[in-house]
Each structure stands twice: as structure tokens, then as C-alpha cells.
């Protein structure tokens, strides 16, 4: 949660926190979600964004949020290629102009993924690094970040810290193949994961028919020739469940948690709270979170971080990976938990999503389509239908939040929204 300001929110999407830079195109298109930043702001920060945010869905969140629009600055960054935020800014010639904005506000730099680029990028500009004291403590916390922000690393920490994980191991490219024949022999199907890796990158899910009569096995260049892989069972997932919390001076502390919408291992949505089908969780959950927070914090990280956990046809839950960053939830939460300060909806129910629409709109045609079906979100009731990301280049994808009272309340306002939309993947 927010605690000072001014910042200068860093939209560095574009990072090898979660994946090799290697991998430029998908990272480029996360770079899409930068405008979602846009609830974060409050009077007197700067966003620092890769990907231009309209004048329409800027207008749209300050009206929901009440930020007055000249008190706030927008900073868009030429496109540079698949390179980091930090270099895309010194190409641009904007250094100057921002370490003139961050000097005038006395700013603390923000990040998306707190990495050596954003390090430099601090002190280039004349920042520290929020929460941290100073940019050298920041800096100090990387390694430990870039660590737990791999497979391997995660297997390894979870481990010494009790946590339980599916059946596994990590490995180099080379010894793959072995590792996932070693594996089929006890169970039916594995999963095969690169190191470095978010959002269901460059996974494959194998089983004993795929690698019969001594067919090769076949990875993506994810990683390079020498890159690690992680090979665990494959199990029977029921439900994909994550806890999100934050390092803070005092110790770790939990801020939300839900279920995710996976597709083939990759993330396409959030709902919160837990279902009650996974309820039973939520204790283990949050012991699991808070000595991973302990962890974190023992080495010298700050901030918020989120714990991903699989669970099986029979209800026992697996830590499956760690998130030390600012995550896909992290600002929709904020967004909801500022929406609805001021409603009579203290503990609401949410979810995030994607989906087509049958037709192309521009933003304000799919706002009046919001409020011609009463979906639009209503501050005096803290309910509704939030479009979080801007208006999507193709004008059908569309990321949405839905807020309201309780999960019912949001699935019945999901389907009213997919009929509105038309949307073709409900």
C-alpha cells in the first residue's frame, strides 16, 4: 500500500526480472498494461510509461479517482525496441527533463520490477528507490529478487523453508530430456518450465506418448543453449490459487488473495477472495507467504511480492513459484481498494479479465455501452465495471475489472458484461 509521495511510477514492464530480454516480443506486449499505472497516480507524481495512454482513459481514471489532471504528469517514451524502459528514456533525450520533474517534486522512483536497469536509472535521475532508504539499499536486494524470481531459485528457498512443492528438479537444457524421461517413469505427465519465466512462457506439458520411439524433445530458445529448466509432475490441478503480500519496516504482511484463471498454465485473469472451494487454504497460505516474506526480508528486500500454489483434485495445495514484484494483481487490487474507500463496500469481492468483443470500439462507445447496460462503476455504491488498461489497439480485447459485494455479484456482473460486449471467448 501507498504510504508517501510523490513518485515517479516507472512502468519497466520490459525487464529480465521475469524474463530473459532475449525474449523481446512477449515482453514488449506486457508492455501493453503500462496504462494501468494510471490509478496509481496522485497529485504531484510522474508516470514514466513505454506505450502512450489516450486522452479519453486518462480523463476516465482521474474523474474515478478525483486526481485533478494538470497535477499529475504523463511522460510517454519513444519506442526503443525490445530494450529496458531505462535505456529507452536516455535514447529519448527525456533523462534531463525527468530528473528536472523528479528534483522539482522531491519524487521516489516507483518501479514496476525493481532490476539493475531501474537501479541505474535511480541514480541517473537523482532518486531513491521506494521503499528502500537509499538507491544502494535497493540495490543491495536485487540479487536476492532475481533469484526468487526464478524456478530454480523458488524450488530451492520453498524447500529450506518447509513449503510443499510437486515432485521435481532443476537442470541445464542438455540434461532436460533425461530429467523428463527420469520423471515419466513415475508419473503420467510432467511440465516442463524455463528458469526465467512468467505468465505460462515458453511451458510445455508432456506425457509418456510425446516422447515414445525416442522421439527428441523440443524446448524454446527461452534461455539460450545453456539456460536452466525446471521439470516437476504434472498435477491433477483443480484450482490456481495465489496470496499477495508486501516486505514493509515492520515485517512481512498479507494484502489479498484469490484464485487465477489459467489457460494451459498461463495467467488470463483473478478473482478474489479465495472460492470456498479452496477456503480451506487460506491459513496455509498465509504461513507459507509470511515466511517467504521473512526470507525476503532477511535479505534485504522491500515491497510487495506474491506466492503462486496449485491445487489438486484433492484439495492439498503446492507452491508452485514466487512473484517479487509488482504483479498482474498488484495495481488492480490498489485500484479497487481506492475505487472504494469512500462506499459502503469495505471488503469487496473482484475479479480481472480479458475478452473480445465481437466488434471493435473506440473507449468512449465501450463506457456508454457500460452505462446503457448500469455495469459502469459507481463510486457511491463501490460497484462495477472498471475498464483498468485503456482502449486495446485492435478495439475488441479488452482488460476489465468487476467489483461488487460478494463473488456472486461479480460472476452475474461478468456474464451481463460478456453479453453486452458480446464477447466471443465467454
Known sequence: MREEGPFVVFANFLSDLAVDLNEGQVLTQWSQQAPRKAWLLRPGDVLVTPVPLSREFLRYAYDLTGVPPG??????VPPAGAVPLARAVREAG???HLRTLAADRGAALLPTALDASAIAFARDIGLRVHPYPTVEAAEAAVKTTMLLNTKAGFREAAGHLGLRLPVGRACRRSETEGVVRELLRDHEHVVVKPDRSAGGHGMRFLSRDDLRGGAPLVLDAVGGPDGV??????????????IQLEVTASGPRVLFSGAMRTDRGSFTGYVSPLPPSCAHLSDELEEWGMALGRHLAGHGYAGPFGLDALVDADGTAYASESNIRRTATTTPHTMVTRLTAASGNARPAWSVAKGRAAQPLAFEAALDRLREHRLAFDPARGEGVVLYADEPAD????????????AGDVAEQEAALAEAFAFEDR
Open 94 to 96: 527525456l533523462s534531463a
Open 395 to 406: 478495439g475488441r480485447s479488452w482488460r476489465y475489472a468487476v467489483v461488487a459485494g460478494d
Open 71 to 76: 497535477s499529475v504528469t504523463v511522460v510517454e
Open 229 to 242: 529448466w525446471v521439470v516437476e509432475e504434472c498435477l491433477d490441478v483443480a484450482e490456481s490459487v495465489s
